[in-house]
């Protein structure tokens, strides 16, 4: 008599179900709040508002219309295309309502931290304060974790309050992070068009921001290469970098393999600056050729810091999830991979130090540990089965 045992591997070599990448604790450090609004959302509160520029007025054809409009291969296109969702995000009402579903839509997605960013700046157009703004975002935000909680999920979201980089508010802005600290705001940033804004125009704001030991990401390297990284991180002090994909043009590899960092891409290491990486965001905008070609790939087994995003959940059709499926796809990552890159975003996270921590060791850890320990469970219930036959 022969018995056949089924070999199974263990889960952390094996490439996770779709199931699997959704039931693990993720982590979203960068994912704008005006780029992750649900499309049936925006028809409803542009009907509220008497909004009447929709390019679609069908839910659908609207999300898609933001996938395909997005898709341009350029930065600026990409960001025209949040007209339409900062234009439905002018009344407390309406922020509240984005902000709580973003919470809620991101729960149902196994995140279990995120930190959400916006341009209070870019919500005044109806008479709103600033202050009014960051308040009803928040409220939104602690509304959603509250309805995450009773379907039976936790999450804990923190905001970063974003100055856009071709306009002059950056200080006022930053200011209003810190007044807010501790207040449901965890950071600052500076977002927009990378090429022409260098961030020292802004170098009040991050100046101000060290001053009162505050943090700060700003996005570099995404549009425009090196210079804009160096100055982020040198002139600026930036903690974290939004994207910074083209920190790889400071990296050679030869023929055989061996590589050679740059003095900048070896200070990004050697620090430990945590990357920003949304590769479906750079697909759409041309800062890489495909998933397979994403940089994350070289610089996650060079141990860079980097991270996984969603960038603009509804401009690029995707989720905490999608983006890890995406790298699973390209590049056979396992659980023990999926892990890494959340262990390493809620190091880089703006919350304090015990906390991070304490989310490392007492949720994202443990959670790994389960999914990873399902294969044992599942092999002794086939035996029982192959008997019964
Ligand atoms: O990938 C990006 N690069 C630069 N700016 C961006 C990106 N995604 C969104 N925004 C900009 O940030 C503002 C506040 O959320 C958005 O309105 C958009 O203009
Ligand atoms: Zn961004």
Redesign the pocket.
Known sequence: MTSQTTAASPAHSRVPSREQIRRAPKVLLHD????GLRPGTIVDLAREQGYENLPESDADKLGTWFREAADSGS?ER??ET?AH??AVMQTKEALKRVAAECAEDLAEDGVVYAEI???PE?HLEQGLTLEEVVEAVNDGFREGERRAKENGHRIRVGALL?A??HAARALEIAELANRYRDLGVVGF?I????AGHPPTRHLDAFEYLKRENNHFTI?AG??FGLPSIWQALQWCGADRL??GVRIIDDIKVAADGSVQLGRLASYVRDKRIPLEM?PS?NLQ?GAAASYADHPIGLLRKLHFRATVNT??RL?SGTSMSREFEHLVDAFGYTLDDLQWFSVNAMKSAFIPFDERLAMINDVIKPGYAELKAEWLFRQTASTSGSVAE
């Not at 704008?32 to 780029?35: E, R, S």
């Not at 977002?191 to 990378?194: F, Q, T």
């Open positions: 704008h709040l005006d780029g930065l990409y960001l949040f969702t900062c960013r916006y341009a870019q974003t856009m980089r940033d977002a927009g068009a990378e996005h995404e549009a939004g994207h949304c965001s905008t960038d603009n401009m």
